[in-house]
């Protein structure tokens, strides 16, 4: 089984639309969770860290379950801009570091 | 307001060939990172170095070897090249490993 697992997608949306989607994890141990950014042939970026509480970074919101050991992304009112492969990373606890990256989820937003 | 530097962006070389990828940071990180990336896969981790000193094998090792030269640089070295080994490679540094990642833009190798 894959450390983390995410749903390739594409999920094609009309701007303004919302866009949902989620990413499992294998080690119940994981401590930190992030979601980066990499459009087409660049460096991933960091979008957002996820919080056991959940957090919200402007029209994005992260959610964290760890019973069912899953992060989401959720994206409000979508943008053109938001065109991207999104892609989940974890690592482990204390002095493990290693993170571990999903393939990523390919977000498309259309006029 | 450099970052992560890596050189050069661009390589071809010939199956055996040697060469180094270099990696550089600004931002007084600790722990520094190699990973190569394919089509429809994640990210794997090659190398990587927790503090200056140390260097330790990640997912991927084979056909590689790493300095940690100092606190700020990081090099790559690929001693014979095969065309499995065609890739973009990323170099990134944390404050700590279990702090946020920061990428360099990447040296896209290809082996003939």
């Known amino acids: 089984r894959k450390e983390v697992e995410q749903d390739p997608g594409p999920f094609n949306v009309p701007e303004g639309a919302t866009v949902a989607f989620n990413c499992t994890y294998s080690n119940s141990a994981s401590q930190s969770f992030f979601w980066y950014r990499q459009d087409c042939r660049k460096e991933p970026k960091l979008l957002m860290s996820v919080y056991s509480s959940g957090n919200e970074d402007g029209r994005f919101t992260a959610q964290l379950n760890r019973a069912s050991q899953y992060i989401s992304l959720l994206i409000r009112d979508s943008k053109l801009s938001d065109s991207a492969t999104y892609l989940c990373?974890?690592?482990?606890?204390?002095?493990?570091?290693?993170?571990?990256f999903g393939a990523g989820t390919t977000v498309t937003v259309r006029a | 307001n450099a970052g992560v530097t890596q050189t050069p962006k661009f390589q071809v070389l010939k199956t055996g060939q040697s060469m180094t990828l270099q990696c550089a940071q600004d931002m007084n990180h600790n722990s520094m990172y190699w990973y190569r990336q394919d089509p429809g896969m994640g990210l794997r981790l090659i190398y990587y170095s927790a503090s200056e000193g140390t260097t330790d094998k990640g997912e991927v090792p084979n056909g590689y070897n790493v300095s940690r030269l100092n606190k700020r640089e990081f090099s790559l070295r690929l001693e014979s090249a095969a065309p499995s080994q065609t890739s973009v490679y990323f170099c990134?540094?944390?404050?700590?490993?279990?702090?946020?990642?920061?990428f360099g833009d990447g040296t896209r190798l290809s082996i003939l």
């Open positions: 990134a540094s944390s404050l700590r490993g279990s702090q946020p990642q920061h």
């Open positions: 990373v974890v690592n482990g606890r204390g002095g493990d570091y290693k993170l571990s």
